[in-house]
């Protein structure tokens, strides 16, 4: 409706801003990675409101363009600030996956030397590689052949079959934050969280626990094995000066 102008205009009067959700590694504390999250800069609507609505109305790539420029310049300011090298992870929807118009953009962006591919990362939705596996498995390993890392987002929600995950040369998963918030209500919960971490070991993928809330979810996590952490406990979005003070202040 209304929001797909308001989107148009904040994607052309530079009305859109990135916040930064740092990753932490779960038994040191210290910093893994920042997620990377889009923002109307006057907040007028959330991004699981506009996000959908710049797919359909294909404004997604431009938003893609957009996200993708503002994370090398803000590497570049960081790296200008002194800041040590942080890979920024960056959420690619299943239509920007399968449509391709980003993952070139950021071939190029890296062949270009707009920014190291060390220090990007893509988080992908169980959809966006399930819908055809062999062509996942094809962008998946040119990502990999470059450096950048990748994430299997939200991992517990989609229809996540043991055969699909072991044919997917990913990085990490990241188990979906409506698991941790049940972890401690919902017997079915714990034990999907449990046999989730379970499986990303067995296959030898980075284990992320998103939207941890407290000290004892962290606890629980770290016990079961999990390896890296995320959530408002640890520190919610914020913006990549804010992210810089975190950093100084954190390590
Ligand atoms: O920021 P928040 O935690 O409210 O995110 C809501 C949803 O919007 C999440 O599913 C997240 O993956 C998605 N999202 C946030 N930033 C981006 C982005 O830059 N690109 C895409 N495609 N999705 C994003
Ligand atoms: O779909 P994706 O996993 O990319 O979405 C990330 C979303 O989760 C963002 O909107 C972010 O703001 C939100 N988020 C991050 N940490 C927490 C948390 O601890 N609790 C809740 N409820 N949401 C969180
Ligand atoms: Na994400
Ligand atoms: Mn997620």
């Avoid at 979906?176 to 969280?193: G, N, Y």
């Amino acid at each position: 409706v209304q929001i797909e102008g308001v989107l148009k205009q904040a994607l052309r009067e530079n009305g859109l801003c990135l916040h930064y959700q740092p990753v932490v590694d779960i038994h040191t504390g210290r910093l893994v990675s920042v997620e990377a999250l889009v923002r109307f800069a006057d907040g007028a609507w959330p991004p699981d409101r506009f996000v959908p609505i710049a797919e359909s109305s294909g404004l997604i790539a431009e938003l893609g363009e957009w996200v993708l420029a503002e994370v090398c310049r803000q590497l570049a300011k960081w790296r200008r600030e002194g800041m040590p090298p942080v890979p920024i992870a960056i959420n690619v929807s299943a239509l920007q996956f399968r449509n391709n118009v980003f993952m070139e953009s950021l071939f190029a962006a890296i062949k270009a030397g707009r920014v190291p591919a060390g220090e990007i990362q893509i988080e992908l939705t169980e959809t966006a590689v399930m819908e055809d596996l062999r062509v996942a498995v094809g962008m998946l390993q040119r990502l990999r052949g470059e450096g950048v890392k990748v994430a299997l987002d939200d991992f517990g929600t989609g229809y996540s079959s043991l055969n699909y995950l072991s044919q997917l040369p990913l990085d990490k998963i990241k188990v979906d934050k409506t698991f941790i918030h049940r972890l401690f209500t919902d017997e079915a919960s714990r034990a999907v969280t449990d046999s989730i971490i379970a499986l990303g070991r067995a296959l030898n993928l980075e284990i992320v626990a998103e939207g941890i809330e407290c000290r004892e979810e962290l606890a629980y996590l770290r016990e079961l094995g999990c390896d890296q952490a995320q959530g408002y406990y640890l520190c919610r979005p914020i913006s990549g000066d804010e992210f810089s003070a975190w950093y100084r202040r954190h390590g």
